[in-house]
């Protein structure tokens, strides 16, 4: 499941790209399967072992482009062990609002940039992350959590103030609001909960078969509870 659309941030060969904070991986993935060199990195060695692992099943598949490279390298947002100007890409995908000195990233970000490079950064939109807020503490709360809810002035003006370009923005996942609001209000680690479990099926059946009806509703609703938002930037040449 990709937040970020890759024709406003187009990768390929020959194009280096950071995924920052990467998670399980999902996007570093895609960058792979389109040709393109990509550093997974994140504070969590034990999850950058699943994605190095996945990566080198999608090498020996033939997923991957020959051309193409993967490497994993385990760190912290807040001071990067990259030379300035290293990436033609950066995405950052629900990060930020895990850190409290986001700015810090945000700089970071800059950085590793090169001259006219572009960066996605997704974080949860203000409405569905609001409501969720307010149906549950633990939602927010437990360790590692969200730290803060960003409108989209906010995120804007803080990457702005780090000297990048603010370009387009979208809404992405607009069926999952409803999902995480029904966890919220059932028990964030209710997973067993009769509707929590049934609307969890539908969203891996829409993951899985893509059908059109979905794909339709999801179209419809992301500009107005999309789960994320989703923002591109430069940094001028």
Known sequence: ???VDFRRLPVGPGVRVLDLGCGGGRHAFEVLRRGADVVAFDQ????????????????????APPEATAETVTGDALA???PDASFDRVIAAEVLEHIPDDMAAM????RVLKPGGLAAVTVPSFLPERICWALSEAYHTAPGGHVRIYTLAELSAKL???????GPHHHAH?????YWWIKCAVGVDNDGHPLAKAYH???VWDIMKRPALTRIAESVLNPLIGKSVVLYVRKPA
């Not at 969590?44 to 997923?63: P, Q, R």
């Not at 700089?107 to 800059?110: A, D, S, V, Y």
Request: proline share 4%.
């Open 174 to 178: 607009g069926l999952h609001s409803p």
């Open 1 to 3: 499941m990709l937040t």
């Open 107 to 110: 700089r970071e970000i800059h």
């Open 201 to 203: 099926e539908l969203l």
């Open 44 to 63: 969590d060695a034990d999850e950058l072992k699943s994605v190095a692992s996945m990566f080198a099943a999608m090498e020996t598949a033939g997923e």
């Open 160 to 166: 702005k103030a780090t000297g990048l370009v603010i």
């Open 80 to 82: 990067m062990p990259f």
